[in-house]
């Protein structure tokens, strides 16, 4: 008797058949092609599991899953131009004989916070691409507005929505932003 494995006498034990066993396109014995070997590999591999990488590393590869969005674009209202954020409804009526006035009540740089809701019958001083308070739905120009002590007249109505961006205009949270088997290129990234 051998130390390692069975007697002579003794026959090999036949292999039980495995069920769920894929079985391979050629017949038994027969080499698969390797065009047939990747398909058969490819076919009883399970999907890999998603996973992260750098921004850099991406190029050239393939998303595993959808790619949504989780935030709104722009994160918040703001002016497309310099100007005044006023409700459009304070302005009707305005014509260049009979302007009418608004006090400016605050100013909000472009990188400024929101600051408070805007009181009606007001105007508020804002810059190219600051966020608009809540409650105005339109930005006027600074050049088609006269400022005056305290401070601003118009001379025309304004229109509604104007030179505003609104919040999640762009891209809402929960927007599909790429399908999964995208491959990504420098322009996607």
Not at 15 to 24: G, L, N, S, Y
Not at 104 to 126: F, K, N, Q, R, Y
Not at 163 to 169: P, Q, Y
């Amino acid at each position: 008797m051998a130390i390692f494995g069975r007697a002579k006498d003794q026959e090999a034990p036949q292999r039980a058949a495995i069920p769920d066993e894929p079985q391979a396109e050629s017949g038994p014995g027969e080499p698969r092609s390797v065009v047939d070997e990747r398909a058969f590999l490819l076919e009883n591999t399970p999907e890999p599991r998603p996973f992260g990488l750098g921004l850099l590393d991406v190029d050239g590869l393939t998303l595993s899953e959808n790619l949504v969005s989780d935030i709104d674009l722009p994160v918040y209202t703001a002016a497309q131009t310099a100007g005044w954020a006023v409700r459009a409804a304070n302005l009707v009526g305005a014509t260049p004989e009979r302007p009418i006035s608004l006090p400016v009540v605050a100013s909000i740089p472009a990188s400024g916070p929101i600051g408070d809701a805007l009181i009606p019958g007001t105007a508020v001083a804002v810059e190219q691409g600051s966020p608009v308070p809540d409650g105005a739905d339109a930005v006027i120009p600074a050049e088609l507005g006269i400022p005056i002590e305290d401070g601003v007249s118009f001379p025309q109505e304004a229109g509604w929505p104007t030179n505003i961006v609104k919040i999640g205009s762009r891209i809402e949270d929960g927007d599909d932003l790429m399908a999964a088997g995208t491959e990504l290129n420098p322009r996607q990234i």
